[in-house]
């Protein structure tokens, strides 16, 4: 970027002694060019750009900071956004209205003190235009730390976004939610069986996102070995490691993740890098305060609208609500898109991974308040739970029973709908004979269950399921088509038609199983017999009640 004499270049003498008057320096220089370096030299120097520094409003020397946080380059589109335009009027108005001395924006405040320009530089996408400090002048106020010392209103730009929360917006604090592990155990065996995605507490989208960050599953595809450690380790240090693949991945998109919003097309965002920024935010906010969530989005809206967005751009990307398809393109959608992901970011993984504490202001309301907690603050439960055995085969695992117990249990039953807290497993011969064609072994499950269950196994159960490993199923339910007459002389001229061969096992003289889908061809052979058929299909309700 340019430095402060090449960004003076073009610049009117009238000019160069305006900037001269407001810095406080004495310029002497009558000719144009000799004024512009005699200025230069003068604002360098650290005493001359501290005093400046010191006297600027509070706007500006935010503005000024965001320039330095951005490399002391900011999209002109953004910057003008955040602080304001620049008016464009010719040297004889200037000097004649004194425009100056009455700035309409911190941008205008910055532009006649010659700390802030604007040019165009090449980008991947052609020439922009920017906002620029000056380099000499931003190596200047960096190496002697002019910025922090200069003000009072450099404490704001540290300060916490937002404020404390009322005593409504805290009213009805959330329970601190636990089930993320639990979660990631039911996924995680419904991948290594190849189940359909099971419901869970957290999204499955989103445990998806946070096993694929942690390299626990590549794809859809498990990796034994890492899944082996990730099971087996304590439910603190699990969670952690799901937290640091987080915080760290590229991958985990928030707002592909957010369930109001549909992202089309190719466009791409950074997601760590706007994951960074918001904790970033968030590490000001002080630790076990009750914070406003509105207030919070609000002052980042304020501050840095473009937290997501380094080119300011809110077209090139396709984002429609989900509710009604509407595209949400431009900055007045901001609330709906940008200051959405914060709100999900800290409802959803900062809450998921007990990093925050939620509030609401009255029960099933949305959030409205969080307060930011340390790792210690709420442990997590051991996972100690005892598991329960019936003699039915019917295996009921509390939550909290050991992470790896449960995911091996998963693999060699039938799963059935979970209660609050508790997962019901049924081991049948189908289950079984799947877990076989896995590897596993019936003296393993029975092992696994003696160890964690909370009374003996019931013998029958252990007899039946030793019996199915030595010789198989030996009883089988299934479901038939049964045709009953009320004569054998029915059945026999069945037997004489054409028909017959889609009669099978006879089950008396006067009863026989249909074969498969040969129920219309059997009422129609009947028919041209002489007899009609009544089907239970066509019994109404009114003729068959039920219980």
């Not at 008057?21 to 000799?34: Q, V």
């Not at 009027?89 to 910055?110: C, H, N, Q, T």
């Not at 999204?203 to 099971?231: H, K, S, Y």
Request: hydrophobic share 45%; charged share 25%; glycine share 4%.
């Amino acid at each position: 970027m340019p430095d402060l004499l090449q960004s003076l270049q073009g610049r009117d003498l009238g000019h160069l002694r305006i900037v001269a008057e407001l810095c406080g320096i004495e310029l002497t220089a009558s000719e144009t060019e000799t004024a512009r370096q005699e200025l230069a030299t003068a604002l360098l120097q650290p005493e001359t750009l501290a005093e400046v520094l010191d006297a600027l409003p509070h706007t500006a020397h935010n503005a000024l900071a965001t320039l330095l946080e951005y490399d002391g380059k900011i999209p002109w589109a953004v910057f003008a956004r955040r602080f304001g335009e620049i008016r464009t009027v010719g040297a004889a108005r200037r000097d004649r209205e004194k425009i100056y001395l009455s700035p309409i924006s911190p941008a205008e405040i910055l532009f006649y003190r010659a700390l802030l320009a604007r040019a165009f530089f090449d980008t991947p996408d052609g020439a922009q235009e920017f906002a620029y400090l000056p380099t000499d002048l931003a190596a200047r106020i960096r190496e002697h730390n002019l910025l922090a010392s200069s003000s009072p209103s450099a404490a704001a730009s540290i300060a916490p976004a937002g404020q404390a929360a009322t005593p409504e917006e805290r009213a009805c604090p959330l329970p601190p939610f636990d089930y993320l592990l639990a979660d990631a155990t039911t996924l995680l065996a419904a991948l290594r069986m190849g189940r359909p995605t099971p419901t869970l507490a957290t999204p499955p989208p989103v445990v998806l996102a946070f096993l694929r960050a942690a390299r626990l599953v590549d794809d859809d595809t498990l990796q034994p070995e890492a899944v082996r450690a990730f099971l087996k380790t304590p439910p603190d240090q699990a969670l952690n490691t799901l937290r640091q693949a987080w915080e760290h991945s590229a991958s985990f998109n928030e707002l592909r993740l957010m369930p109001n919003l549909i992202c089309e097309g190719e466009w791409q965002n950074d997601p760590r890098r706007t994951r960074r920024l918001i904790l970033d935010w968030l590490e000001h906010i002080p630790r076990g305060q009750w914070w406003s969530l509105r207030s919070f989005l609000q002052a980042i809206k304020e501050r840095n609208p473009d937290f997501q967005r380094p080119a300011g751009d809110y077209d090139s990307w396709f984002i429609r609500r989900a509710a009604d398809g509407t595209y949400l393109r431009g900055f007045a959608h901001w609330d709906e898109v940008d200051g959405a992901l914060i709100a999900y970011l800290i409802t959803g993984p900062l809450f998921w991974l007990r990093k925050v504490e939620l509030a609401a202001p009255a029960k099933d309301a949305a959030p409205t308040a969080f307060r930011l907690l340390t790792d210690e603050a709420v442990p997590l439960p051991n996972e100690e739970a005892r598991l329960h055995v019936s003699s039915q085969g019917r295996i009921s695992v509390p939550r909290l029973a050991p992470r790896a117990v449960r995911y091996q249990i998963a693999r060699f039953c039938e799963w059935q709908e979970a209660s609050h807290d508790t997962y019901h497993y049924q081991v049948t011969a189908a289950s079984l004979q799947q877990a076989r064609a896995q590897g596993l072994k019936v003296n393993h499950l029975l092992t696994l269950l003696a160890r964690h269950a909370a009374a003996e196994l019931p013998p029958a159960f252990v007899k039946a399921v030793q019996r199915w490993e030595r010789q198989g199923c030996e009883a089988r339910l299934e479901r038939l088509t049964v045709l009953r007459v009320s004569r054998p002389e029915i059945l026999e001229a069945l037997r004489h038609s054409k028909a017959r061969r889609f009669l099978a096992e006879p089950l008396g003289p006067t009863s026989v199983v249909v074969k498969n889908g040969a129920s219309l061809i059997l009422r129609q052979a009947l028919a041209e017999l002489g007899w009609l058929v009544e089907s239970a299909d066509d019994i109404s309700e009114e003729e068959n009640p039920g219980f």
